[in-house]
């Protein structure tokens, strides 16, 4: 079984694609921001500790995701490094316990992830999603559920998304470089379907 590594910027629909090849391919998923979430929300030791980072707006040092990882990788399973690694270091404390074959870049052009992102309101009673584009509402502006009215979230404003996407392409750049100069980056084209998305990885897996 291989273990791969899953890179994206936001929009990219990574979360969507892993469910599916954690599904199919009976991946053990390794998402950081989930685990942190976890950890912070039934207060363990690292839970504390991440969430005073976290409180002061900094990131988690690479060492406490990293000794988080660890505990959780076994090696009789492959594994699907989802938001993980981050950094360079974090990809050279990954390898100092296991092995990544394989790495999918998820492309999709920042126009694109507006796009996407910025369709996105949610009801500001009940919590449902839409999409304007995909899945709009009945009633324009209203909750299909219970009427409440449907608002954008600031993180789904066009300039937030577009400065969270350059910010990302700006921080992974160098990872992607440093996989890419080993030979184990694959790039897979997000700006179609979902079913498409995961057909195309699902190809590159079986090779
Ligand atoms: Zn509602």
Not at 3 to 30: I, S
Not at 129 to 157: S, W
Request: glycine letters at 8%; charged letters at 25%.
């Amino acid at each position: 079984m291989k273990n791969v590594v899953l890179l994206g910027p936001p929009g990219a629909g990574k979360g969507t694609v892993a469910a599916r090849l954690v599904q199919e391919f009976k991946f053990l998923h390794v998402s950081t921001g989930d685990m942190l979430r976890e950890e912070v929300a039934q207060n363990t030791p690292l839970g504390q500790l991440a969430k005073g980072y976290m409180a002061r707006g900094e990131l988690v040092p690479d060492e406490v995701i990293l000794s988080m990882v660890r505990q959780r990788v076994d090696a009789k399973k492959g594994v699907l490094f989802d938001g993980f690694p981050r950094t360079i270091a974090q990809a050279e404390g990954l390898e100092r316990f296991t092995t990544v074959d394989l790495v999918i870049f998820l492309e999709v052009e920042q126009e694109e992830v507006v796009r996407r992102l910025s369709s996105r309101v949610v009801c500001s009673a009940c919590g449902a999603v839409y999409n304007l584009i995909t899945q709009p509402p009945r009633v324009q502006g209203k909750c299909d559920q219970c009427g409440g009215t449907l608002v954008q979230r600031e993180d789904d404003k066009p300039e937030v998304v577009a400065r969270r996407f350059a910010v990302y392409m700006r921080d992974s750049a160098p990872l992607v470089a440093y996989y890419e100069g080993r030979g184990m980056l694959r790039r897979v084209r997000a700006d179609r379907s979902p079913d498409e998305v995961f057909q195309a990885i699902a190809e590159v897996l079986r090779s």
